[in-house]
C-alpha cells in the first residue's frame, strides 16, 4: 500500500513538472522546426567537404517570410544533386526542408532541379532560413536576425560563402503599413549584413506585397514595398531584381489565397529561374 502511494506521489510530482515545461514551451510543442531540429531522423552526407569544392555548384541562401519558408501545399522529391545545408552538415534535400519553419513544401529544392537540369550548375546546395510571417525589421534587428547570424556563423566556421542570396518577403509589411522609405531603409541594413562579413554575392529580392487580407491596398498590392524593392535593385550595386510575386496570385496558385499550391509552386520556381538564367547571361 506504502509503495503504490508513493508511486501515486512521483507520478503526481512528474506530472506536474511536464505540465509547467509545456506551459513554459508550448509554442514549440507546435513548432515544425523545433521538431526536426530534435527529431529529423536525417543522415548528413559524409563528403561534405567534397560537394562544398565541387565545380559548377551554386550555393545559395534563401530566406524571407512563409512563402520562402516551407509553407507550400504538396511535397517534392529532387531529382538531381541537391542539398539542404543546416547547422553545419549537408543532407540530401528532402521536404520539408531543414531550415525554415514550416512544414509543407518549399520552391527551393524545385528551383535546384531547374538550375542542374537547365545546365547552369551540376550540384546545388540550399541554405534555408525563412520564417513565417516576419517583417523586414525583424530580419534586421530582432528575434529573426539572431536567426540570420546564428547561420551566417555555422556557415563562416565551414569557411563557406554563398554564391547566391534570395530575399522573398514582403506581405507582413505590407499589413503593417510599413513605408516605402522605411522598407528600402531596412533592405539596405539586410543586404549590408551580408556584406559586412565579406559575402559579395548577387542579392536578389523579389517584388513582394501582395496579401488579400487586413490592408486596404487595390487587389491586396502594396506599391510602396514594391517600389522599394525595385528601387533598392537599381540603386544599390550587386542587388538584382527577382521575380515579382505579386503577379502569381490566381485561385489555382495559391490556397487560401495566401501560400502556394503545387501549381503555383511550379511557376514560382520558374520565375526564380528566369531571373537567375537573364542576370548569369549578361
Wanted: with cysteine; proline share 3%; hydrophobic share 35%.
Amino acid at each position: 500500500m506504502r509503495k503504490k502511494y508513493l508511486l501515486y506521489i512521483c507520478v503526481l510530482i512528474i506530472g506536474s513538472i511536464i505540465g509547467i515545461i509545456a506551459d513554459r514551451n508550448r509554442e514549440y510543442l507546435i513548432n515544425g522546426q523545433f521538431l526536426r531540429d530534435h527529431l529529423h531522423l536525417r543522415k548528413a552526407i559524409a563528403d561534405k567537404d567534397k560537394v562544398i569544392k565541387s565545380n559548377d555548384i551554386m550555393i545559395f541562401f534563401a530566406f524571407g517570410q512563409s512563402n520562402s519558408a516551407n509553407y507550400g501545399e504538396g511535397g517534392y522529391h529532387c531529382r538531381n544533386e541537391v542539398y539542404n545545408y543546416y547547422k553545419g552538415d549537408i543532407y540530401k534535400a528532402e521536404e520539408p526542408l531543414l531550415g525554415p519553419d514550416g512544414k509543407g513544401t518549399s520552391v527551393w529544392s524545385r528551383l535546384g532541379d531547374m538550375l542542374i537540369d537547365s545546365g547552369l550548375y551540376k550540384k546545388v546546395i540550399i541554405i534555408p532560413i525563412g520564417i513565417g510571417s516576419t517583417s523586414i525589421q525583424s530580419w534586421v534587428e530582432e528575434s529573426s536576425a539572431k536567426k540570420l547570424d546564428q547561420t551566417l556563423n555555422y556557415l563562416g566556421k565551414d569557411n563557406i560563402k554563398p554564391t547566391h542570396i534570395f530575399w522573398q518577403q514582403g506581405e507582413t509589411d505590407n499589413v503593417d503599413g510599413t513605408s516605402k522609405n522605411q522598407y528600402k531603409e531596412r533592405l539596405k541594413m539586410l543586404i549590408n549584413v551580408f556584406r559586412k562579413r565579406n559575402i559579395q554575392a548577387p542579392f536578389y529580392t523579389s517584388i513582394t506585397s501582395y496579401f488579400p487580407y487586413n490592408n486596404n491596398n487595390p487587389l491586396g498590392i502594396n506599391k510602396g514595398i514594391t517600389e522599394a524593392q525595385q528601387e533598392v535593385a537599381k540603386e544599390v550595386p550587386g542587388v538584382i531584381e527577382g521575380p515579382n510575386t505579386d503577379s502569381l496570385n490566381l485561385a489555382y496558385y495559391r490556397y487560401e489565397a495566401v501560400h502556394f499550391t503545387e501549381k503555383g509552386l511550379d511557376r514560382l520556381a520558374y520565375e526564380w529561374f528566369k531571373k537567375i538564367k537573364a542576370a548569369e547571361a549578361n
